[in-house]
Structure formats: C-alpha cells, structure tokens
C-alpha cells in the first residue's frame, strides 16, 4: 500500500488542475475573445494540462481508494466507471477544441456549457470528498 499523505496529495493535484482549467476557462469565456490565434494567451495550456488529467483517471481514482485502505471496493469501481466514461467524453471534446486553429471564448463557453464537462466535474467533486474522509 502507498503512503496515504502521498495519495492525497496526488488526488489533490490532479482534482486541482481540473478545477482550475474549469475556471480558468470561466474567465476566458467571458473576455469576449474571437481568438487565441497571434497571441501568447496561456487558453491551450490550460486545455492541454485538463486533457492531461482526464488520461486514466479511472484507473487513478480506483488505485486512490486502494492505497487509501477501502476494502470494498466494489461501490467504488461502479462509481468509477461513470467518472471513467465522463473523463472519457469531456477529453473529445477538449481535443476537438485543441485541434482548432482558433479557440474564441464563445467556443470554450461552449465546452463549458457542456454537459460532459458539468457531470465530470460533479463525478470529481463526490468522490473527492468521499476520498477526503478516508
């Protein structure tokens, strides 16, 4: 078993980077931008490390219940599931919008809007908080 402190400072990293890409892209949306194109804003960086943190995050969240002692797993590994195919359907769609030439606010209000996004974030938020009290 891994160090727990370790785990949860890895579980908070990669929850952190979600949730700051999230809002980072709250605040891009709104400045009204027809593009990123010719200019040094950091948007794909942002898209980039979110796309980043949705790589294997299933089998991440499933390995910190692990090393977090759960020994039932098996409400977790359903619950994972769903976070896996919600990671799975919000990364598309950042890699659709990573392959634009462009990327305006109103194309990142969009992704915002979405629907995958949204339940990612609230996948995140239950288990990080059932993780939390391990």
């Known amino acids: 078993m891994s160090d727990p402190e370790q785990t949860r400072a890895a ?3 990669r929850t952190d980077t979600i949730e700051e890409a999230y809002e980072f892209f709250l605040a891009y949306a709104s400045q009204g931008l027809p593009t990123d194109a010719n200019t040094s804003h950091p948007i794909r960086e942002h898209l980039k490390r979110f796309d980043a943190a949705l790589t294997g995050l299933g089998a991440f969240f499933l ?3 692990k090393d977090l002692g759960v020994k039932d797993l098996a409400p977790y590994q359903k619950y994972i599931e769903v976070i896996d195919r919600d990671a799975h359907d919000a990364q598309a769609k950042l890699q659709l919008v990573l392959a634009q ?3 305006g606010s109103q194309t990142i209000d969009n992704l915002n809007a979405s629907i995958h996004i949204r339940a990612l974030l609230t996948d995140l938020f239950l288990i ?3 993780l939390k009290q391990l």
Do not use: Q, R, S
């Open 11 to 13: 579980l908070k990293a």
């Open 128 to 130: 990080d908080e059932i």
């Open 63 to 65: 390995d910190c219940a």
């Open 101 to 103: 030439p462009a990327v």
